[in-house]
């Protein structure tokens, strides 16, 4: 599976949001390969992404990609990560 | 494995007086510059990613990762931390108001990786984000952050 965690630059949240994701996957025992991005990279990857995981802001600003787009509020809260994961893989 | 995050940070401001988010993004800019890694431009450009984004950098609830993308305005990279007396309003509807700012400036995509896994566990620690968001001075900051490095090592 394809994840790709989005933000603006590239190299801030989405890479915290990508760590903590790994963490999440790793525990629920999904195979996925998580990769981060700034928003002109994620358009393009979303396209063959399975799930795109960003904030709510930056959610609108990527517009309507044809990957499941989840929505972090606490890019910290492991649970709200895992909660929204499991239910979009299922 | 675990690095200490206060090796890591350029400059640590506490309990700082900020009167909206701007002023809140220019002090953490204000202590990238002073520790060497960026150049003042590399504030505004700060500043310029909200503006064009929204207040997206406001990852977690209180807490707010100010970076632009690398750039010629940032010289080393380096991170660095102020901690707001008043907490500010960024117009971040889950996350707001922002009690802590973390300036990021990095040079690639790739060179701050390990200063990222560390920061990632500081801010991921809740018992630990509440003795840091109150500390007085940058030696308690620095004091918080070197017992969280000894206890992951």
């Known amino acids: 599976m394809k994840i790709v965690a989005v933000c603006g630059m590239g190299i801030g949240t989405s890479v915290l949001l990508k760590m903590n994701a790994e963490k999440v996957l790793a525990k629920l025992g999904i195979d996925a390969d998580v990769e981060a991005a700034d928003m002109g990279v994620a358009r393009g990857a979303a396209q063959t992404a399975e799930i795109v995981l960003t904030s709510e802001e930056l959610a609108e600003e990527l517009g309507d990609v044809p990957a499941e787009v ?3 509020n606490n890019f910290f809260d492991l649970e709200e990560i895992t909660e929204k994961l499991t239910a979009a893989v299922e | 494995m675990a690095l200490n995050l206060a090796e890591a940070l350029s400059s640590i401001e506490t309990q700082a007086e900020a009167a909206d988010w701007r002023a809140a993004i220019r002090l953490a800019g204000a202590g990238l510059v002073a520790g060497g890694a960026t150049t003042d431009a590399y504030t505004d450009e700060m500043i310029d990613a909200v503006e064009k984004h929204g207040p997206y950098i406001v990852i977690a609830p209180g807490v707010a990762l100010a970076h632009s993308r690398p750039s010629p305005a940032v010289l080393t990279g380096g991170l660095s931390w102020v901690s707001l007396a008043t907490p500010v309003e960024f ?6 108001p922002v009690t802590l700012v973390i300036g990021l400036a990095a040079k690639d ?3 701050h990786l390990q200063v990222m896994r560390s920061l990632a566990g500081v801010l991921s620690d809740g018992p630990a984000m509440k003795r840091l968001v109150v500390a007085k001075t940058a030696d308690e900051v620095r004091a918080v952050l070197g017992d969280l490095a000894a206890a992951a090592a």
């Open chain 2, 91 to 96: 117009g971040n509807k889950a996350n707001d």
């Open chain 2, 109 to 111: 995509h790739d060179a």
């Open chain 1, 70 to 72: 989840i929505i972090i």
